[in-house]
């Protein structure tokens, strides 16, 4: 990375290799992308933008894919971002992790009842992770099981897993802590 030290340019773009100084400070220009999670005409776009873009933004969801999540609720990078549903899976299976075999007092009183549909909601997490998503309560097998199947989201693992919602997330939060250029 070249740094430049000077006080008389007042935020001149020097050159397009990324040496952009302001007003009296000298400033590092960041040289990181994500070009592999965005279509090419949104390489360049502020991370803070990203956010209220269509999923459609993130390569590899196409229209059907789009449609599918669509059906979720998911229109937006932030919407997917935010997704009740992933959060749950993920904080199933990284507690999962975690869990002793065995190893449940008879005086526990956690529970994640709210989330899990009564069929499943004697399981323990490392068993969770391997039922159906629509074991989650909220995704009807019909509706949302098919549009998460068509994804490639069978489990609540894959769904802990599922690459779109981890890149939105990432996306959403790195956005927090973006400067504003100027």
């Not at 190893?103 to 009842?113: A, E, P, W, Y």
């Not at 019909?142 to 690459?163: C, I, P, R, Y």
Request: aromatic share 6%; hydrophobic share 40%; with cysteine.
């Amino acid at each position: 990375m070249t740094l430049i030290a000077c006080r008389c340019c007042h935020g001149i773009n020097i050159s397009s290799k990324s040496i952009l100084l302001r007003s009296r400070w000298q400033r590092e220009v960041s040289t990181f992308n994500i070009n592999n999670a965005l279509i090419k005409s949104e390489e360049n776009v502020p991370l803070r933008s990203l956010v209220d873009h269509p999923v459609t933004t993130l390569q590899g969801i196409g229209p059907v894919h789009s449609q599918d999540l669509e059906t979720l609720g998911l229109k937006t990078i932030g919407q997917l971002a935010d997704y009740k549903f992933f959060h749950l899976a993920r904080s199933i299976a990284v507690l999962s992790e975690t869990e002793e075999e065995g190893g449940r007092s008879d005086n526990s009183l956690m529970n994640i009842f709210k989330g899990i549909d009564k069929d499943h909601q004697h399981l323990p997490l490392k068993e969770l992770v391997n039922v159906p998503v629509h074991a989650l309560k909220g995704i009807h097998p019909d509706t949302g099981g098919v549009a998460f199947n068509s994804l490639g989201v069978k489990t609540v693992g894959d769904l802990a897993e599922f690459k779109y919602c981890r890149w939105a997330e990432a996306i959403t939060v790195a956005a927090k802590f973006e400067v504003d250029e100027e």
